[in-house]
C-alpha cells in the first residue's frame, strides 16, 4: 500500500500512486481506487475514502471508510461489482477508529468484524444503511455485506450445485478466510439466520470464540410461512419463475404482482432485482433480473428443509445464538419451536455459550425496514464493551 500513508490532508484533490491506485473526489472526499494483489493470484479492488479526516490527539492516522469486491484473474474498475469468478461480491463497511487490518498490513491488530446475510431475493444492500448506522455508532467495528450465491452481483460468479444452506454458508466462510478476517458476530435475516447457523456447524474456524449469532424471524427447523395475508416465498419465487427475463417497466411488475395477491411492499422491494439494460439498436432501456432464479430455488427448497436444532440443543463451547422474532410474524413460529428455543435457553449455561429469545415489537418479517431502531436497540448488546485484540 505505498503511498497510502502520505494521504494525511482532508484538503487533498488528487494524488498519483505507483502500480495503479488512483484519485479522485466524491462528494468533496478524495477517494483512492486501490489494487492488491495477494500470493493465491487474488486481486483486491477497493474503494477507498476519507470519510472523517479528524485526527485523534493521540495518531496522526487519518480515518478511513473502506468498501470493496473481490474479484479473480483480472482487475476491475467498476466499484461494488464482482466481475468474472471469486468467492463472493461483497462491500466492506469500516468505523472512523478502525485501522488497515491484517488484510492490508499485519502490523496492524484485527478489528472485530460482523457479518451481515440477506435473505432469500435479498442483497447485500439490504443491510447497507443499518450497517452505516452500526458503524457510526462502534466505529471500531468493521461490517462485511454479501450478496449470497445466486443474489445480487454474486450471481455473476458461476457456482456448482447443489445451492443449498450449507454450500451458501461455505462461500461466506471461504470469503473471511480470504479476507483473513475473524468474525465475532453474525447477524442473518430469515434464510440467512440459517445459513449463520450452518456456519458455526461447518467450521471452528475462521470463526472466533466467543461469537454471537443472531437468526432473525427463522427458526432452525421447519419453515412455516404462508399464511393468510401473508407473503407467501415460494409462490413468489414460482411467479417471478414465468415472468420474462427481461421486462419493460418495473411499474407493470409491480401491478402483476399485486393482482396476484402480493402486498405492495413485497413487490416494491422484489423490483429493487432489477437492473436497465439497453437493447441493440434501441433507444429505450429495458429491465432485467439480476438473480439467478433457479439457483434460488433450489436454495429456498433447501431452506425448507434444513434442520439446524443440534446447534440449539448442544451449543458448541464460546457461541452465543439469538433468536430474534417479528411480533406480527407469528406464521413463521410453531408453539413447539419456541419452547424448544426456552427449553434451550435453560440448558444452555456455560460462560461465553447459550441461546436466548427476543422479541422485536412492531414488526412483521421484514425486521430492518418494519422496526430498524428496535432492532438497532436489540443487536447493539453484540458490539458494546469490544475493543480492538
Known amino acids: 500500500m505505498a503511498g497510502i500513508s502520505n494521504l494525511t490532508a482532508p484538503r487533498l484533490r488528487s494524488v498519483g500512486v505507483a502500480a495503479g491506485p488512483r484519485c479522485m473526489l466524491v462528494d468533496r472526499r478524495p477517494v483512492i481506487r486501490v489494487l492488491r494483489h495477494r500470493a493465491d493470484g487474488v486481486y483486491h479492488v477497493g474503494r477507498v475514502c476519507l470519510s472523517n479526516p479528524r485526527r485523534s490527539s493521540s495518531s496522526s492516522v487519518p480515518r478511513f471508510c473502506t468498501h470493496m469486491t473481490l474479484v479473480h484473474d ?31 498490513d499485519k502490523s496492524v491488530p484485527d478489528p472485530p468484524t460482523a457479518v451481515l446475510l440477506h435473505g432469500i431475493l435479498g442483497g447485500r444492500k439490504n443491510w447497507g444503511s443499518f450497517a452505516k448506522r452500526l458503524a457510526q455508532e462502534f466505529p ?17 460468479i458461476k457456482k456448482r450445485g447443489p445451492h443449498t444452506v450449507a454450500s451458501a454458508a461455505r ?16 447477524v442473518g435475516h430469515s434464510f440467512g ?6 456456519m458455526v456447524d461447518q467450521a471452528a474456524k475462521p470463526l472466533a470464540r466467543p461469537v454471537k449469532v443472531w437468526v432473525l424471524d427463522a427458526s432452525p427447523g421447519n419453515v412455516h410461512s404462508g399464511g393468510d395475508g401473508e407473503d407467501r416465498p415460494g409462490e413468489l419465487i414460482d411467479f417471478l419463475g414465468r415472468t420474462p427475463k427481461e421486462v419493460s417497466s418495473k411499474k407493470e411488475v409491480v401491478e402483476s404482482l399485486v393482482q396476484a395477491g402480493f402486498s405492495t411492499d413485497v413487490a416494491k422491494w422484489v423490483v429493487t432485482n432489477l437492473r436497465p439494460v439497453r437493447s441493440q439498436g434501441s433507444s429505450s432501456s429495458e429491465f432485467s433480473w439480476i438473480f439467478d432464479l433457479e439457483g434460488i430455488a433450489e436454495m429456498y427448497k433447501s431452506y425448507e428443509e434444513t434442520n439446524l436444532w443440534k446447534i440449539v440443543d448442544d451449543v458448541p463451547r464460546g457461541v452465543h445464538v ?52 428496535g432492532l438497532f436497540r436489540i443487536l447493539s448488546s453484540s458490539f458494546q464493551g469490544f475493543g480492538m485484540q
Not at 142 to 153: A, E, I, K, T, W
Open 193 to 198: 439466520g440459517k445459513v449463520a447457523l450452518s
Open 74 to 104: 483480472r482487475v476491475s474498475v467498476e466499484e461494488d461489482v464482482a466481475q468474472v469468478h471469486g468467492v463472493l461480491a461483497y462491500e466492506l463497511i469500516q468505523g472512523s477508529l478502525v485501522r488497515w487490518n491484517s488484510f492490508m
Open 140 to 156: 471500531m467495528w468493521q461490517f462485511l455485506l454479501v450478496d449470497l450465491r445466486c443474489h445480487g452481483d454474486s450471481a455473476k
Open 322 to 373: 439469538n433468536f430474534l422474532k417479528a411480533e406480527r410474524s407469528l406464521h413463521r413460529w410453531a408453539l413447539e419451536d419456541i419452547q424448544r428455543i426456552h427449553s434451550a435457553e435453560e440448558l444452555a449455561a456455560d460462560e461465553g455459550a447459550g441461546v436466548e429469545m427476543h422479541v422485536l415489537e412492531d414488526a412483521g418479517h421484514w425486521v430492518q425496514a418494519d422496526n430498524p431502531d
Open 171 to 186: 462461500d461466506v466462510l471461504k470469503l473471511v478466510a480470504q479476507l483473513r478476517v475473524t468474525p465475532r458476530v453474525l
